[in-house]
C-alpha cells in the first residue's frame, strides 16, 4: 500500500470504505463502455470531496470533477439572492457555472483525448489557480449538491449516480466545525452577514424529499 493510500486509510476510514464500494460497482458499470460520467450526490459535508479523492487514489483512471471549483464568485451569489424570493431555484439550478461544467463532460463524452487546461477560483487558496481535466481517461466522477435535479442540463450526461446519505443534523455539525477551522471559533453560519448555510439547509432537505433518489443507481451510508 503507498503512503497516500495508507494517509487516506487511516484519517478517513468512512470514506476509503466508501470509495471502495463505489470502486466495486465501477468494475461492473464500465463493462463494455469506453467512456463514463459517474454523478456522486449528498448533502454538504457528507464526505463526497473526500470520497472522490479516495477513489482518484483506488483508480487512476478517474478524473476529479468537483462541482464547487465552478462555483460562481460570493458577489454574484449575494446579488442573485438578493434579486429573487424563491431560494429555491438559485440553489438548485444556479449556484455554479454549468455552462463549463457541461463543456467539459460534453468533450468527454465526444471521446476526446485532450488535456483541459481551466482557470478556477481557489475559495480555500482565495487565489485563481488552474485546474487540468485529462480526458483520455475512462472515468469522469463529477460530485457536488444538488446534482441529480431532473432540470439541471448536465443531468443527461451521468451514466451512474450515486448518492451518500448522511444525517443530515451531523453533517451541519461537522460543516461548521470545518468552518471554524477557516474563519475561526467564533463562527456561526448565523452570525455571517452573507451566509447561505440557512436557507441553503431548508432548500436541500425540500430536495431530498422530492429529488435526491432521482435515478440513483446506488445508494452509501
Not at 470520497?51 to 446579488?79: M, P, Q, T
Not at 457555472?97 to 487558496?125: A, P
Request: a negative charge.
Amino acid at each position: 500500500m503507498n503512503s497516500s493510500i495508507q494517509q487516506f486509510n487511516i484519517e478517513y476510514p468512512d470514506s476509503w470504505r466508501r470509495a471502495n464500494e463505489i470502486q466495486e460497482h465501477i468494475l461492473e458499470w464500465i463493462k463494455g463502455s469506453d467512456k463514463m460520467v459517474i454523478g456522486i450526490d449528498g448533502y454538504s459535508a457528507a464526505g463526497k470531496s473526500t470520497i472522490l479523492a479516495c477513489l482518484s487514489e483506488i483508480n487512476s483512471n478517474v478524473i476529479k470533477l468537483h462541482l464547487d471549483d465552478f462555483l460562481k464568485s460570493s458577489e454574484e451569489r449575494s446579488k442573485l439572492m438578493r434579486g429573487v424570493q424563491d431560494k429555491t431555484v438559485m440553489f438548485e439550478k444556479n449556484w455554479y457555472r454549468y455552462d463549463l461544467v457541461e463543456d467539459l463532460l460534453k468533450k468527454f463524452k465526444s471521446g476526446s483525448n485532450e488535456v483541459i487546461k481551466l482557470e478556477l477560483y481557489d475559495y480555500d487558496q482565495k487565489e485563481v489557480v488552474t485546474k487540468e481535466y485529462d480526458l483520455s481517461k475512462s472515468i469522469l466522477v463529477v460530485e457536488g449538491i444538488f446534482l441529480f435535479h431532473p432540470e439541471l442540463p448536465i443531468n443527461k450526461y451521468l451514466d451512474q449516480r450515486v448518492y451518500i446519505n448522511v444525517d443530515f443534523d451531523s453533517a451541519d455539525e461537522k460543516r461548521e466545525d470545518r468552518e471554524k477551522k477557516r474563519w475561526g471559533e467564533d463562527y456561526t453560519a448565523l452570525n455571517q452577514e452573507n451566509s447561505f448555510s440557512a436557507p441553503f439547509s431548508e432548500v436541500y432537505r425540500d430536495y431530498y424529499n422530492n429529488y435526491y433518489h432521482f435515478g440513483s443507481n446506488l445508494e452509501i451510508k
